[in-house]
């Protein structure tokens, strides 16, 4: 049978249109908006229709040195790091409040670059941006060193030792990032980089830069200082490798895919820049004998088809105990078919296309090359919609522990389920993995569930919940899932540099 999918949409808002019938969008440098040097462009689409929706610079290297020049002149002579800590905060909680005031515009404009429910970026995502602006706020007063007691005895005599340590702006930050969150994710570097001081320039992905576009003409409005924060849009080939081998630039953050994140580390070997690296997940969720189904079901299906799966920390192995496997399979298959496909922007939706046409067919190729593999596909994984963009959410049984579904990152809404019989067969299971981003436990025994925390290898684990984010936890890999943390006092750590200082006085 022919599944069809309804594209068709309310108008956007009259803001979000304003924004759109710009056609061609500049670039940020130094407090302009400028064209990219060789004039060059390229388009950005709504992946549920197809349709162009707005023409963006297309930077090389040139462009991104002009960006690292005025980034450096900002951090050097500029006000942002002479600044006072409290009027820091208080710009710093400004911008929160002006993407808050936005927040329907700008979830309006992620959707349609994006493709994402409407939903996921205003309740979720956008208001998790303003949470890191105000998180942030309060931590650009509290950055502390501490004095240090010395056993240093050859002072001259009546001198003293007194020692200290700084907590210094790394400098100039380079910021890579991905398409699948763009905003929330681009406020998870912008916070807490400048919270510390430093100043940035911001590769977005070039499947989805309106948003961060927009956020910095917010931005702006609310106060931001020239070249404090600078945008280069382009291809992570030219702009974003540009960018990763500066030999001006003192760190780069990165969230992206595994492969990249390698080049990227790779790329920082000129000036041994410091990195920061968010890659990818094939995070296992645990459901054992003793779970709530009646939450655990559903939470397992959020934790992999929120965002239509495009989510780092999206639950894509699901593992059962053997005594519910088979009420866990028919559950997640039925929320599986319960979930409403469309328009990001019909408010009916649950969820939207993939990111593009391209990846809606890598994504089937991988559910394609599981049933090869002799898994069972249980329900959805069908290819649909106008621009061949959508996936039915799948529910995938049987598969082999070495298949690449089970191995490899998807990133769409497929989700594979393996029976298990005890605790130490699913602590193995799921440890048996390259990445090491995150869990889910779902279980009423909470002590067994504090042990199976600490025995399995992942950044994050979630018991009885998943994606519960809060700009206060840090987020952040273990194993090929990158290194670095984002949010919390953590993610402070990664703009500062410690400076020891000793005196005879
Ligand atoms: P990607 O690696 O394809 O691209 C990420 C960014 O890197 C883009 O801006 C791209 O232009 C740029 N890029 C590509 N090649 C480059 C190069 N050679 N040099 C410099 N920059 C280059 O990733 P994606 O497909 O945009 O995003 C999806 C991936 O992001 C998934 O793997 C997902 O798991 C990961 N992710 C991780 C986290 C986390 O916190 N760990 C969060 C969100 C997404």
């Known amino acids: 049978m022919m599944i069809e999918v309804d594209v068709s949409a309310p108008k956007p808002s009259e803001a979000a249109s304003k924004f759109l019938a710009k056609g061609t969008h500049a670039m940020l440098i130094g407090g302009e908006w400028v064209a990219s040097r060789r004039g060059a462009t390229f388009t950005t689409h709504d992946p549920a229709t197809g349709e162009a929706i707005g023409e ?12 690292v020049a005025a980034a450096r002149a900002a951090f050097s002579s500029g006000p942002w790091p002479a600044m006072a800590p409290m009027e820091r905060s208080q710009l710093l909680w400004a911008f929160a409040d002006a993407i808050e005031a936005n927040i329907d515009e700008l979830a309006e404009l992620e959707t349609l670059d994006q493709g994402k429910a409407l939903y996921v970026g205003r309740w979720a995502e ?12 309060g931590m650009a007063t509290k950055i502390e060193g501490a004095t240090i007691p010395t056993s240093i005895n050859y002072q001259p005599e009546g001198k003293r030792v007194h020692a200290y340590t700084r907590r210094e702006p790394v400098g100039v930050v380079g910021a890579i990032l991905p398409w699948n969150s763009p905003l929330v994710l681009t406020a998870m570097k912008i916070a807490p980089a400048l919270a510390a001081g430093c100043t940035m320039v911001l590769k977005p992905s070039e499947e989805t830069s309106l948003t961060t576009i927009r956020l910095l003409e917010l931005l702006q409005e609310a106060g931001l200082p020239a070249g404090v924060v600078n945008v280069v849009t382009g291809m992570g080939g030219e702009a974003g490798a540009a960018l990763a081998k500066h030999m001006d630039v003192n760190k780069v953050v990165f969230t992206g895919s595994t492969a990249t994140g390698r080049k990227i580390v790779e790329a920082s070997q000129g000036n041994l820049k410091r990195v920061g690296v968010e890659l990818g997940g094939k995070s296992p969720v645990i459901i054992m004998e003793d779970a709530d189904l009646e939450a655990a079901i559903p939470g397992a299906a959020n934790a992999i088809y929120f965002n239509g799966g495009q989510v780092c920390i999206a639950g894509s192995r699901l593992y059962a105990h053997r005594s519910v496997y088979d009420r866990v399979v028919e559950g997640i298959a039925e929320q599986a078919k319960g979930i409403g496909l469309g328009h990001g922007l019909n408010p009916d939706t649950q969820m939207g296309p993939l990111v593009s046409a391209q990846h809606a067919s890598k994504v089937a190729g991988f559910i394609g090359a599981g049933r090869d593999a002799g898994a069972n596909l249980v329900c959805g994984g069908d290819l649909v919609g106008p621009n061949a963009s959508f996936i039915t959410p799948a529910v995938i049984a049987d598969a082999s522990p070495e298949s690449s579904i089970m191995r490899e990152e998807i990133f769409g809404p497929v989700v594979v389920v393996t029976p298990f019989d005890d605790t130490e067969e699913v602590i193995a299971a799921a440890n048996d993995s390259d990445y090491g981003l995150a869990a889910g436990v779902w279980t009423e025994g909470l002590s067994n569930a504090t042990r199976m925390a600490e025995q399995i290898h992942a950044g994050t684990v979630w018991i009885n919940s998943h994606a519960m984010y809060d700009a206060s936890l840090p987020i952040g ?19 500062l540099e410690l400076k020891t200082v000793c005196a005879i006085v």
């Open 477 to 495: 890999g273990m194993k090929q899932s990158g290194y670095g943390r984002e949010s919390g006092q953590a993610a402070l750590d990664n703009y």
């Open 56 to 67: 963006l610079q297309r930077a090389d290297g040139s462009d991104v040195d002009d960006a």
């Open 126 to 137: 956008i208001p998790g941006a303003v949470a890191q602006f105000r998180y942030f706020a």
